[in-house]
């Protein structure tokens, strides 16, 4: 090779694969066992009923506690599949716009949108019927679904709602004659 | 010629012509130059080294599957590197470097100056080098795609693949897309506009048959992979459902519109190297090629066939079974013109006079292993008997004999034979010979036990598997093998570092070989001819042996030095009658700023930033502005 | 038609019954500038049904079983049939556009409010939303301080498992007590002069999703209340309590064994596939009968001459159908019981293993028609499905099923066996989304009740015109959560227009006189004596029509969009006043209560249809009172 | 763990051997396995000819060349024969037998005797047993009973992803794609316990997605369908009444069913009757108080990145949930 040029270019690309293969591999999908920041503690659970009593409960005791899966992509997919297979989107809709639960993708936080205080919401319940699922969800769980509801109406929401056309709505019935 | 500028005072030719046609030093030669010389060496040494990247990622993923219930990767480290392995093997190694024996030999062979599109050329190479940068710029930031090479959704949709890794997969083989396309273009109007006086169409080396193949393969094949990147990339971020059922879509979109890419794309990484043992065999037998003309349709056969063959990857998919009857018939068809072109070498060995040389061990391993390879093809072809087969090691093993045996073995090949050309140094015979041996004993005892592990049921992508289903013996024995293969290639490259600088100096002939490129210096003067020739047989420099009759006429000719510009003939397509002069364009920045601008775009793509990605495009237009700008000189002319 | 652009080219089979209706639609529509006499209009109908005057004298009194005196409202519907019907004939068709408020009262629950006043002893009473605030007006000084108030100790969590809005539909008077259910499943008896609590009775449990919004009847010293929830995986019940005591006579369930659902010897339902034995559990996968919905929570109604109650049951819990194989009964199914020991005398099924979610619990109407020249004891009912159902009240024999909105899940009704002939590609299942299924959840026309008029012998309902995509998916059960697996986008029908107020002549089985309207038309109707029919819009328009004609007479913009049902009364003055309440809600107007419009799926779907009400509309707690000058 | 994996893939397969396909129990797979025994030998003897070719070829003595004349005859006929006729007989022969084959097994001769719905999850498989009247219908995972000798017919797609249902001595593989439902169909030759694998890669834990079919006489097959009708027993002993409390109460019941408690999860497999399974998560564990406790207690130690949370308890409470989950039978 008559110029010098290859060799340097080898060796700029060497450098990338050597650090393709020191990867970090951060945020793998199943997350480790223990949960960090999970030190908190829960209110009592009511045991009349087997069903989840929906309800207040006392509030629980928070430090500023920051969610451990903040921006960690695989735990919000995974927050989106517990939305949707533990009822979340019965009250709240399947994209989070609200029915008989409020819509969680508006800008009003009835409780507080600090995700501390989103964890207690899910983990304590509400007043007006916002079940307690502290009792029967993990934190690692409660923490993925805190994670997804910050996701919601930003860039990083998995499986964004479907846009549906404008449909043709009538924008004034037919009158028999020009209205005024 | 109307006008005819001063010759420069007192040079001979050859010095006016190296003056006009040598790189220009500094920044604008490293960064600027179109001397397909140039970008053929580049082509070369960085495919090898994502060959050699490749190669660590599947070591790596041997050693971890030596025995069972191994614990050296997690799932997810495991599933990155074998999808690196795959993507990297396939789609950044195999095309590349037998782009990279193209550009450097296809204006040698034909008698040019240049390639048609000089600087389309030096843009090829410089979208291939940052695509692969872009690709494995996913590991700086721990998100390496993970979804296998062929990427099946719904598994690769943002649903089970959140965070950036199929995202990097998506757009970094659009990028690729780019320079494979840029260079498909640019060998076929080579080929068919650049030829020497009298290289009619049936007088090309069966090299560019391969070639010329695989650029047609290429336009019509990359599309789909364009199309199915964009859709997969939409439905990941923007929120469309191409592939989603749910929203009208359907997951089998995605793998017909992958395989009938894939399938064309496997001939098109074998095919030329196919052609670079039907044009060097010949050289080691001292006779032509038998059955030149069968050899030749059968690649263009190939070719096309390989358009109709692709749901053989799919016969598991639950498609009716007369479908699938259609395709595997078509499976079964697409044999035979392989089967010519393996008899067609073995005839040419039969009948000549073989000088056993590394490149000629290495032809004679490629055509063992393409067998193998081909016939082990076959048991998969049968519909019925795939469904056992599919998706299980005995694939595996399939996909290493046809990629390793029909690719890689001639591009060593290829090395030994035109290293003298490419460096004017001979590679050492000895340590060749230990290369040879150690590459193709390992590759035999590494990958042949990958057919038993496959019919002993192991599914493949597994990253480990349970004791006591029998398939440890094969593992073992197939991750030693790997290693010694992976010895085989570390000579290969202490050779090739060993016989630069103290290589025996080769003449411009060191084989006695019968085409063009042999018939200038070693290395090649910038401007590869002195004259341009005129070609009167298939075997320009064996003619007064052969009694096939023609005259190639090599030391008169066209120099083409007066204006003191780059240029070259340009010749009728098929019976390549000289027609006019082509200017070739000077070294330029353009290629390279605008691969950046790409490249750039890309990034915000990726980042789902518009303004990145519309500044990306704003330069994009503008320097593409830049490059079509008619130059000064050629305003002086129209006036 | 939802953007044609978008869609296929509609297939052939009902593009006749499209043009058709594109013709009939710009010949209808209210058009009248406001208070004035409406000039006459060219009554428009499909075929020229001439009503001849003669038929009912105004003002003469007919028999409506149940019902009090003409100037008094003592029942939901006014009479056991809930027919809707005043003989008050002082408003007319010549003097209606001369209407004015007369007062107004405020119940200080912004949320929906469905349901009715009632008038009697010169005394107005008044159910709000949850938490179910009862008032008691004095008629004679409407102005002045309120008779009694009384505000019942609602349990707050009952609001979390409300599915469609914290609603009340109205309560009953009975023997000098006001009988009203608390949305979290107690029904009350107040002694109708003081205010003071007779009685209370317990009968679900929220913490199983349970609630109770329906409207109790009350027949013979006997209250008939159900529940709903069917939405959260309830399993619904009809019960009978004491007037006097509130002690729970009898209660039948609507799904699980015989012995449950009081099916015992004098069960004979006309058709032979609804006979066999426990088919409230064979017809589902093991236990989810226990999950079965087909909750109450519409009206009960009841014919004194054949001793018979009517009420119909709701959806069969889950929405996806894939987790329930088999004909779920006794869901979307109308029941006629023996009011006094609960014995179910027959039954029959609208939408067996139903797979959009009609529930059937709109009123079915008792009343004496005239078919095919033989005189016939009918029942009719106008369902969700699309088709109006008329039974033979005694055999529970489907006398005629006729299309009365457009309708694409299924082509008709088979006669022989009552059930629907399905279109297999409207069928939903599991992770596919099925689209364009007209009419949407909420039906042709949901829980708003019809009015039938003696004299002119049709029937006025409010409707609605909504087509939907509609996804099943795998859910869990988790009592007290909603049991759904469903995701729905409703948009608008073919037409455009989402709602509709229409006359139907039940003999002829076709509509009279159709006015379409801009939102789904979520007021019961009312029809008078003097051929006055009043409706209301859901952007706030109260609406008074000639009965005959469908002219709009008179109209007036409320506050807030309707979805309460009207009923007029004699003030002491001895003028007729006409009342409504004026609160937008319900699952309709769910999207007004501040539910984001980009999420299409919200409120099970409602909110992709109504995006734009809250540019017309927004949340109120009005009673309005309508009088002539 | 090595020693618990080992046992687990027994556990499995029933028996030492590989899963190999070359010989089959099944009416499909001994018909694969004997297109596939044809197959491998028309390669082998390609490659063994060919090679000795090549071999000769290179290594024959030629008598030495007179003059550097070169000529350029002679070698076309090796075309003609070798890449042209000989390999078109040998592949047409084999395509015709293997289209015979495809065709003999794409369908049961006889009418399936029954149908079974499996729906691929990531990394499990959800198995349905609709019965004659949906009262019989059930929901059980990962193990598939089946009557010997009769075809079965499979009703497949998948939830999320796309699995391969593989059962290599039973069938060759079909795939169960989301939003699509394909129909395959397995037929026993002789009782037995058989490997399952998922064929297609889907996700972290794919090399861990196995599954068994047990194929056993048709009167033993029926109790069993029987003893999987019916809903969980009560538990007998005291402990395992406490566990049942844990169950219920705790995370395990918000992904897990259990017929006849208030727990129906659908996010994991059914646990009706966990006991009367030989191993559990997919095939990696044989069915053993300790095993159980260890994956509960932490599942991502045995497979990482499974979508199974570690559920926080105490020691007494881990027992006593694993005390009830041994007497699901």
Known sequence: MSSRFPERLGLAAAVGLAIALAGCTRGAQGGEGGVPGGGLTRGEQSDTVPGVQPGIVPEVVLGHVSNPYADDAGAIATGRQLFVGFNCSGCHAAYGGGGMGPSLRDSLWIYGKRDAQIFSSIAEGRAYGMPAWGARLPDELIWRLVAYVKSLGTEAEPEKPPRHAADKVMKAPKPRRAEG | ?639 | MRGLASRRPPPIRWIAPAILLALLAPLQGCGDRGPEPAPAERRVSTQAATVDESRAPAGELVDQPGAPSPGEWTLPGRDYAGTRYSPLDQITTRNAGDLRVAWTFSTGIPRGHEGQPLVVNNTMYLVSPHPNIVYAIDLRNPGGPLKWKYHPPTDPAARGVACCDVVNRGASYADGKIVFNRLDNVTVALDAESGKVDWETKLGDISRGETMTMAPLVVDGRVFVGNSGGEMGVRGWLTALDLGSGKVLWQAYNSGPDKDVLIGPRFKPYYDWLKGEDLGVKSWPPDQWKRGGSTVWGWVTYDPELDLLFYGTANPGVWNPDMRPGDNLWSTAVFARDPATGEAIWASVTTPHDEWDYDNINEHIPVDLVIDGKPRKALLQFGRTGFVYLYDRATGQLLSAPMYQHTNWATGIDMKTARPMEVPEKKTHEGVNVTNICPASTGARDQQPAAYSFRTRLFYSPGTNLCMDYKAGRTAYIAGTPYLGAEVVMYAGPGGHRGEFFAWDPVAGKKVWAIPERFPVWTGALVTAGDVAFYGTMDGWVKAVDARTGAVLWKFKAGSGLIGNFMTYLGPDGKQYVAVYAGVGGWAGAVALGLSPEDPTGALGFVNAMKDLPDYTAPGNTLYVFALP | MRSLRAAAALALTGCGASPTYLRGSGYVADRLATLGWGLLAIAAAVVVVIGLLVLAAVLRRRPPASTDRMSSAGGLSWIVIGGIVVPAVILLGSMVYSLRVLAATDRPEAKPALAIQVIGHRWWWEVRYPGSSPQETFTTANEIHVPVGLPVQLELTAADVIHSFWIPQLAGKTDLIPGQRNVAWIEADTAGRYWGHCGEYCGLQHANMMMAVVAEAPAEFSRWLEAQRRPAPTPSLPAALAGRAVFTRTACAMCHTVRGTEASGVLGPDLTHLASRRSIAAGALTNSHGNLAGWIANPQALKPGVLMPAVPLQPDELHALVSYLRDLR
């Open chain 2, 1 to 639: 010629m109307a006008t005819t500028a001063p010759a420069i005072p007192g040079r001979a030719p050859d010095e006016r012509l190296h003056q006009i046609w040598e790189t220009k030093p500094g920044l604008l030669g490293i960064l600027g130059t179109v001397d397909h010389k140039e970008i053929g060496r580049r082509y070369l040494v960085t495919s090898f080294l994502f060959l050699i990247a490749g190669g660590l990622e599947a070591v790596v993923m041997r050693l971890q599957l030596t025995r069972s219930d191994l614990r050296l990767l997690q799932p997810e480290q495991y599933n990155q590197l074998f999808t690196m392995h795959g993507v990297t093997m396939i789609f950044w190694y195999a095309a590349p470097v037998l782009s990279g024996f193209s550009n450097f030999l296809w204006p040698l062979l034909i008698g040019a100056r240049d390639m048609a599109f000089p600087r389309l050329n030096a843009y090829s190479y410089w979208t291939f080098l940052l695509s692969g940068i872009f690709l494995y710029s996913s590991a700086l930031v721990g998100q390496v795609p993970d979804g296998g090479w062929f990427a099946y959704v719904p598994l690769t949709r943002d649903a089970f693949s959140p965070g950036l890794n199929m995202d990097f997969y998506a757009l970094g083989l659009v990028f690729l897309t780019i320079s494979t396309t840029a260079g498909a273009i640019n060998f076929i109007v080579t080929l068919f506009k650049l030829r020497a006086p009298g290289m009619s169409i049936n007088r090309i080396p069966l090299f560019m048959w391969g070639t010329l193949t695989n650029s047609f393969s290429v336009l019509f094949a990359l599309p789909a992979l364009t199309v199915a990147c964009v859709m997969l990339y939409l439905d990941r971020g923007v929120g469309t459902r191409f592939f989603d059922p749910g929203g009208g879509g359907h997951p089998l979109l995605w793998q017909h519109l992958f395989w009938i890419f894939g399938h064309p794309w496997v001939y098109i990484i074998v095919l030329p190297a196919m052609g670079i043992v039907s044009h060097a065999l010949p050289t080691f037998c001292r006779r032509p090629l038998v059955g030149y003309t069968t050899v030749a349709l059968a690649t263009v056969t190939t070719g096309i066939l390989g358009f109709g063959v692709w749901v053989h990857h799919m016969f598991a998919t639950g498609l009716p079974p007369l479908a699938t009857s259609f395709f595997s018939a078509a499976s079964f068809a697409i044999t035979i013109p392989s089967a010519i072109a393996v008899f067609a070498w073995i005839a040419t060995i039969w009948t000549g006079r073989p000088v056993v040389r590394t490149p000629f061990l290495f032809m004679v391993g490629f055509i063992v292993l393409f067998v193998i390879g081909g016939v082990s093809g076959v048991a998969t072809a049968a519909a019925a008997f795939d469904q056992q087969l599919t998706d299980t090691y005995f694939v595996v093993a399939h996909i290493h004999y046809v990629l390793i045996g029909i690719n890689l073995f001639p591009v060593v090949a290829g090395i030994y034979y035109w290293f003298p050309k490419i460096t004017g140094r001979m590679m050492s015979e000895r340590l060749g010979r230990w290369n040879f041996w150690t590459m193709f004993l390992g590759f035999n005892l590494g990958f042949f036990p990958m057919h038993i592990a496959g019919l002993l049921g192991m599914p493949r992508r597994i990253y480990t598997y349970p004791a006591g289903l029998g398939w440890d013996t094969v593992n073992l024995i197939t991750t030693i093998g790997s290693f010694v293969f992976a010895a085989g290639v570390l000579l290969l490259v202490i050779n090739v570092i060993y016989s630069r600088r103290r290589g025996l100096p080769a003449g411009p002939n060191p084989w006695d070989a019968y085409s063009l490129e042999w018939a200038t210096s070693s290395p090649p003067p910038p401007y590869n001819f002195a004259v341009i020739p005129t070609v009167g047989s298939r075997h320009p420099l064996w003619e007064e042996r052969l009694d096939e009759g023609g005259r190639s006429i090599l030391s008169e000719g066209p120099a083409l030095d007066e204006k003191g510009e780059k240029e070259t003939v340009e010749s009728s397509p098929l019976d390549s009658r000289l027609t006019d002069v082509l200017r070739m364009p000077e070294d330029t920045y353009y290629p390279f700023l605008h691969a950046l601008a790409v490249m750039l775009t890309f990034y915000g793509l990726l980042l789902r930033s518009h303004r990145v990605a519309g500044v990306g495009l704003l330069l994009v237009a503008l320097l593409t502005a830049g490059w079509l700008w008619p130059a000064r000189r050629e305003l002086r002319e129209e006036e």
